[in-house]
């Protein structure tokens, strides 16, 4: 099974500080995502990747970037972490196409204060 | 506004009942729905997809499609205790350079022994 593993698990990072999530994959998956989780949101789309060297811009990219330097890793930065960040980040990863599953990391539990 | 919409929110059945959850797409520019569970703790994992106009059964789990609708229905009988987790609908888009999946709210399901 695809095994896509993120750290830190668990995050506390204070109100303007800089934050960096990490996610690897080991399935060589072409295509990689952020997603955060909130009540009442579910699964909203932040930045995703289609090969090493590429991002795109999801939903709510704004206050995120992404960088994907090789093709088994991909990371979220918050440059200036606000409280409205805190939240649980998703790393995802898939094949590609439309009809491929995408695999999910255990998420990195994130607060802000 | 989300674009993938979910209902119930919560949905409590006795165990070997049939549980029901709902899904509808504001946008036409999709290619797959997709179903996913997650239980507490753990990322998404993938139950199935679905295409095409109909019924499509894997074990206890029946999706449904009205593409003229954009609504999918996910449809569990026997439910067990270990079904009792967040369920999401995604459906999968094309972006500038591959696809991505759009999540929805998320419907909480309880089986009651």
């Known amino acids: 099974e695809a095994a896509v593993t993120q750290s830190p698990r668990n995050k506390v990072a204070v109100t303007g500080g800089k934050v960096t999530l990490s996610c690897n994959q080991t399935?060589?998956?072409?295509?990689m995502y952020w997603y955060r989780q909130d009540t009442g949101h579910g699964l909203r789309l932040i930045h995703y990747s289609y090969g090493a060297g590429s991002t795109e811009k999801g939903d709510i990219p704004d206050g995120y970037k992404a960088s994907r330097p090789s093709q088994e890793n991909f990371s979220l930065i918050l440059e200036l972490a606000t409280p409205s960040q805190t939240s649980v980040y998703f790393c995802?990863?898939?094949?590609?196409?439309?009809?491929?599953?995408?695999?999910f990391g255990k998420g990195t539990r994130l607060t802000v204060v | 506004q989300q674009k993938v919409q979910q209902s119930p929110e919560s949905l409590s059945v006795p165990e070997g009942g049939m549980a029901s959850l709902n899904c509808t797409s504001s946008?036409?520019?999709?290619?797959y729905f997709w179903w996913y569970r997650q239980h507490s703790g753990e990322g998404p994992k993938a139950l199935m997809?679905?295409?095409?106009?109909g019924d499509k059964k894997e074990g206890r789990f029946t999706a449904h499609l009205n593409k003229a609708s954009l609504h999918v229905s996910l449809h569990i009988r026997d439910s067990q205790p270990s079904d009792s987790a967040l369920y999401f609908c995604?459906?999968?888009?094309?972006?500038?350079?591959?696809?991505?999946?759009?999540f929805g709210t998320g419907t909480k399901l309880q089986v009651v022994p």
């Open positions: 995604a459906v999968s888009e094309q972006g500038n350079s591959g696809t991505y999946q759009r």
């Open positions: 946008d036409r520019n999709f290619q």
């Open positions: 399935n060589n998956h072409n295509n």
């Open positions: 995802a990863s898939a094949e590609g196409g439309a009809n491929t599953e995408v695999f």
């Open positions: 997809s679905i295409f095409s106009d």
